[in-house]
């Protein structure tokens, strides 16, 4: 394989897509969506999320505050909402009517479920040790919800500069997990 040097600021786009999210929390009492894809898994059980929330964003008011967040998983029919609540801020609109998505109640914590994403996970706050250094929040998932209609969920996956993945094929290998 003959390689060439690539840019490390376009690292992040090689190792991001995971799937993109919504996430939901409430800011000065009212609910919040920002687009997230910055998340990695941490452990198995309890679900343990680690994700980077910047804090030039008014959801890092929120989540900083109040310590819960609704982690909402999109398919691609949602990807206008996600590219427009990734581009506005809550300081200025509220985004659930501009985008008219549903806000649903929870079961654990007080941020609304988005009705119209496939899967929600309840999340708290568990460990803000990095935030300072990094904006980094690590999350346990307190409770998890989905459509069992939606059995191969196309999801998006962020490529930078408004390119995205749409998950596809999917592939059943070997594994030693039950
Ligand atoms: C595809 C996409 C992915 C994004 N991923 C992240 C992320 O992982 N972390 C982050 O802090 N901001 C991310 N953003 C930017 C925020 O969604 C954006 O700053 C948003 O306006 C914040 O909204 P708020 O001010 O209402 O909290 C992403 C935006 C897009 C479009």
New binding site residues.
């Given amino acids: 394989m003959v390689k060439r040097t690539l840019p490390l600021s376009r690292v992040y786009r090689l190792l991001e897509p995971g799937p993109?999210v919504m996430l939901t929390t409430i800011v000065k009492g009212r609910p919040?969506?920002?687009?997230?894809?910055?998340?990695t898994m941490m452990d198995f059980e309890p679900p343990i999320v680690g994700c980077?929330?910047?804090n030039?964003?008014?959801?890092?008011d929120g989540i900083k505050a109040s310590r819960e967040c609704v982690i909402n998983l999109p398919t691609v029919e949602l990807a206008e909402k996600?590219?427009g609540?990734?581009?506005?801020?809550?300081?200025k609109v509220d985004?659930f009517k501009v985008f008219a998505l549903t806000p649903a109640p929870a079961a654990r914590v007080k941020p609304p479920l988005i009705d119209e994403c496939y899967a929600n996970l309840e999340c708290k706050v568990i460990d803000t040790r990095m935030v300072t250094k990094y904006?980094f929040f690590i999350l346990e998932v307190l409770k998890a919800w989905i459509d069992p209609a939606k059995k191969l969920p196309r999801t998006i996956h962020?490529l930078g500069k408004g390119a995205f993945m749409v998950a596809g094929e999917t592939i059943q290998l070997p594994s030693r997990m039950k």
Avoid at 32 to 39: A, D, K, P
């Fill in positions: 993109v919040n969506i920002m687009t997230l894809s910055w998340h980077v929330i910047s030039r964003n008014y959801s890092f996600v590219v609540c990734g581009n506005s801020s809550g300081r985004k904006n962020h």
